[in-house]
């Protein structure tokens, strides 16, 4: 899960872009009134995201945004001027652009598809316009994050553009033999993470059922190598397997620390079962 450049243009821009927009649906000067505000806005949460307390302000603004009058009018700005209108829009692609590869910061699997809202736009409409606030995810990730707001610390979403887990190992994987090498998948914080930062972690994890589709993209990935691991086998031996594996392994990890490909490679290489031969039984 690389994390993904922030986006380099702000919420004066987007109303800019929508302005012709809310000019034709009459929202113009409604929204004008609003940009003093929704700048500030935008300010606090750069802020609050920089410092790692980006939770406690949108608990702060939970009760006055969620039954915010203008709800309403945020949302169908968002829905009709940046998503289907081509000035918006415009801005909408440039922040799928910002992912790294193209992958979803949330799971690093597949493509990013749509642009979510972090703080949910039915909970917080002034920052349904915010760029910070928006980022690019696969389908599957969008929908099981859905609008959900959990004010726990322990259980913060996290956020691609701010939360930054570093290159320290959390991913492992093993191979279980007895179900023909099948990889299981887990998520082991260093002992020396703070509790809530682990906990937010394990949560993600669970939350996006990163277990099972790593497991599902392990499958796919071993049917593809395991003809090549048997060749290395059975011309070289045990030992350049196992290399070749660990050398794979720092391939995937120069790129992501915490792939689920650097973690299949470190399990198969720590597998005495495949590196004797089970690729066979796959």
């Known amino acids: 899960m690389l994390q993904p450049a922030r986006p380099p243009f702000f919420v004066r821009q987007v109303v800019e872009a929508c302005s012709q927009w809310l000019t034709n649906f009459g929202y113009a000067e409604r929204v004008d009134a609003y940009l003093f505000e929704l700048t500030d806005l935008e300010i606090r949460y750069r802020q609050a995201g920089h410092l790692g307390i980006l939770l406690s302000l949108l608990r702060t603004q939970l009760v006055p945004q969620e039954n915010h009058p203008d709800r309403a009018m945020f949302e169908e700005i968002y ?5 289907s209108r081509a000035p918006g829009r415009k801005l909408y692609d440039a922040i799928k652009a910002l992912s790294a590869d193209t992958r979803c ?3 690093g699997i597949q493509a990013v598809a749509q642009v979510d809202h972090h703080a949910p736009k039915d909970k917080f409409p002034l920052f349904a316009l915010t760029p910070l606030n928006l980022v690019a995810v696969c389908g599957p990730c969008n929908q099981s994050k859905s609008n959900t707001f959990d004010q ?10 701010f939360d930054n887990f570093g290159p320290e190992r959390w991913l492992f994987a093993d191979i279980d033999h007895a179900a023909g090498g099948v990889a299981r998948f887990q998520a082991t914080p260093p002992g020396t993470w703070p509790p809530t ?3 937010r972690l394990q949560r993600h994890f669970a939350k996006y059922h990163l277990a099972d589709r790593y497991t599902a993209e392990a499958g796919h990935a071993l049917s593809m190598r395991k003809r090549k691991d048997l060749r290395t086998l059975e011309d070289s031996g045990y030992a350049e397997l196992r290399a070749q594996l660990l050398d794979d392994a720092d391939w995937y990890a120069d790129y992501d620390p915490n792939s689920w490909q650097a973690a299949l490679m470190l399990a198969l290489a720590d597998s005495p079962w495949y590196l004797n031969g089970g690729m066979r039984d796959i």
């Open 197 to 199: 930062k682990a906990a």
């Open 152 to 161: 726990e610390p322990t259980r913060e979403a996290i956020h691609p553009y």
């Open 105 to 107: 910061p949330l799971c």
């Open 79 to 83: 829905g009709q001027a940046v998503v």
